[in-house]
């Protein structure tokens, strides 16, 4: 998830106030260690830790890890979690992803099953044939990948059922799907690229409440507890980012021609990867903060890559500046 892991170190006060700790169980792994046992930082949270001691189970891929045995809702290095008693975090392990281009079996009235059930990915542009045809499809509970672009420009799909071990949705996966008018992401799905509903105007997100990495207002995506921000496929005109956001990930507002406004909260920090890439008719930033705040936020060198000239208001000091356009 292109975030660097802390292991933060025993703060007994911390854990005295709130009972809050992590220990991590390989759960029956060959080989291999697990992270040493973890307690809150200051803000009574713990950074979940990766697979720092290589674990290994044959014929199986590690994945991450779930406060049950078997649970298919992963935590992932990076994410945070709170609570106020001792937990324990099950190594999780499931079958090596087989990058095959899926068939599918034409249904009626425009319905798609895909029938190669084996298989782990629906591969890049995998449906590319079938934009206008394709209005419902049928993804088996064996798929764990929808890769870039599977059912891209698939403009009268409609319907779409995610199936609980889904595990990522990849850039540009259901990009302009514009008759997609409501999605459910599964508890097991913990990671989704920016631009994976990108032109989806129209559509309303909701999250299975048991999923421990991403929450939604019903129209954006986030993870980390609210944190980041990782998708927002339907802002029009001034959009106002949650207050609670830290960081924008990877090309959230991609192409969005018709963003003209983004409101900034003071907690903001990073700017990631194309955030704003081709957004042409952004013509505002507005920070909570002051100029030397927005200074200070991390910003990938192409965050705004082929935007015209956007002005930029920092309130709380009542500072104005405008930011040239960026182009290679």
């Given at each position: ?153 698939c403009s009268n799909l409609s319907s779409v059922t995610l199936p609980d071990g889904l595990m990522a949705i990849s850039r540009e996966a259901f990009t302009n799907c514009t008759e997609l008018k409501a999605i459910t992401i599964p508890k097991s799905v913990h990671q989704i690229f920016g631009s994976a509903f990108k032109g989806c105007k129209n559509l309303k997100i909701s ?122």
């Amino acid at each position: 998830m292109f975030v660097l892991v802390t292991i933060v170190s025993c703060d007994m006060e911390a854990l005295n106030k709130t009972g809050f700790s992590v220990t991590y169980d390989k759960n029956d792994a060959d080989d291999g260690t697990v992270p040493g046992i973890q307690f809150p930082n200051e803000r009574g949270s713990i950074e979940i830790s990766g697979n720092t001691g290589n674990l290994t189970k044959k014929v199986f891929t590690f994945y991450g890890w779930s406060t049950n045995k078997t649970n298919s809702s992963f935590l992932n290095k990076g994410d945070f979690i709170t609570a106020d008693r001792p937990m324990t975090l099950y190594a999780q392990f499931d079958k090596p992803l087989t990058k095959e281009i899926v068939n599918a079996t034409k249904l009626e009235n425009g319905s798609f099953k895909i029938t190669n059930e084996g298989y782990t990915v629906i591969a890049k542009n995998a449906f590319s044939g079938k934009k206008e045809e394709l209005k419902s499809v049928e993804i088996p509970s064996t798929i764990r990948i929808i890769d870039k672009k599977a059912f891209s420009d698939c403009s009268n799909l409609s319907s779409v059922t995610l199936p609980d071990g889904l595990m990522a949705i990849s850039r540009e996966a259901f990009t302009n799907c514009t008759e997609l008018k409501a999605i459910t992401i599964p508890k097991s799905v913990h990671q989704i690229f920016g631009s994976a509903f990108k032109g989806c105007k129209n559509l309303k997100i909701s999250i299975d409440s048991q999923n421990l990495n991403l929450t939604t207002d019903g129209i954006s995506i986030y993870s980390n507890r609210g944190k980041r921000l990782v998708c927002c496929p339907s802002a029009i005109g001034t959009y106002t980012v949650s207050e609670n956001v830290e960081e924008i990930f990877d090309q959230v507002f991609e192409d969005n021609l018709e963003l003209t406004k983004i409101v900034f909260p003071k907690n903001l920090k990073k700017i990631w990867y194309g955030v704003f890439t081709d957004c042409k008719n952004l013509k505002e930033i507005e920070f909570a903060g002051t100029k030397e705040q927005w200074e200070s936020i991390t910003k990938i060198s192409n965050w705004n890559y082929n935007c015209n000239s956007i002005k930029v208001t920092c309130k709380a000091d009542n500072n104005t500046f405008d930011i040239p356009p960026y182009k290679y």
